[in-house]
Antibody
Framework: QVQLVESGGGVVQTGRSLRLSCAAS????????MHWVRQAPGKGLEWVAFIWYDGSEKHYADSVKGRFTISRDNSKNTLFLQMNSLRAEDTAIYFCAGDPPQSGFAFDIWGQGTMVTVSS | QSVLTQPPSASGTPGQRVTISCSGS????????VNWYRQLPGTAPKLLIYNNNQRPSGVPDRFSDSKSGTSASLAISGLQSDDEADYYCAAWDGSLNGVLFGGGTKLTVL
């Protein structure tokens, strides 16, 4: 069964850090680029970060650049998002998504999401 | 970060054909493929159309897309009540080096 399962969300104070994980199973994780996408309560989707299948390339949305770091461990089929200096506007459901080769950045696999709440 | 422009809402009656537009620029829609997602309340988005009108397994051919210049459209024919959902377009932006999403369109079946 093709699956992505996020974990690590929770309530955190402004300025603190949180690390999200995304465990992959049922597909060849090593060939997929991976992304984090977030959705603030009642709002639309916002792309957060991307990592190439081998970790050689990473890109970030301007809103998180310098604060968030995406990484992956292909030996453990796991994707990570280290979030530092969290702000209230980072409050959202965070989804991890898989992007297969030659799909034109199409996210064909999504996790169920993990909620991050940043409060003062 | 800028977004691709979608109408906030769209509607139609059962059996009708509806289209949802997505407007961008030369650095995103104008030079890269557009992907479409559908999201039901409280659930994760699901890929609907990708890479020039390709559909994942299980998506009926009632769903199709088109692109012209810096704009794209999703068409849904034979509208059904369970097509009610939020629809998002997305494309890679070569200037921003990131994926842009549209603001989303809430489709209501009257």
């Amino acid at each position: 069964q093709v699956q992505l399962v996020e974990s690590g969300g929770g309530v955190v104070q402004t300025g603190r850090s949180l690390r999200l994980s995304c465990a992959a199973s049922g597909f060849n994780f090593r060939t997929h680029a991976m992304h984090w996408v977030r959705q603030a309560p009642g709002k639309g989707l916002e792309w957060v970060a991307f990592i190439w299948y081998d970790g050689s390339e990473k890109h970030y949305a301007d809103s998180v650049k310098g604060r968030f770091t995406i990484s992956r461990d292909n030996s453990k089929n796991t994707l990570f998002l280290q979030m530092n200096s969290l702000r209230a506007e980072d409050t959202a459901i965070y989804f991890c998504a898989g992007d297969p080769p030659q799909s034109g950045f199409a996210f064909d696999i999504w996790g169920q999401g993990t909620m991050v709440t940043v409060s003062s | 970060q800028s977004v691709l422009t979608q109408p906030p809402s769209a509607s139609g009656t059962p059996g009708q054909r509806v289209t949802i537009s997505c407007s961008g620029s030369s650095s995103n829609i104008g030079s890269n493929t557009v992907n479409w997602y559908r999201q039901l309340p409280g659930t994760a988005p699901k890929l609907l159309i990708y890479n020039n009108n390709q559909r994942p397994s299980g998506v009926p051919d009632r769903f199709s897309d088109s692109k012209s210049g810096t704009s794209a459209s999703l068409a849904i024919s034979g509208l059904q009540s369970d097509d009610e959902a939020d629809y998002y377009c997305a494309a890679w932006d070569g200037s921003l080096n990131g994926v842009l999403f549209g603001g989303g369109t809430k489709l209501t079946v009257l």
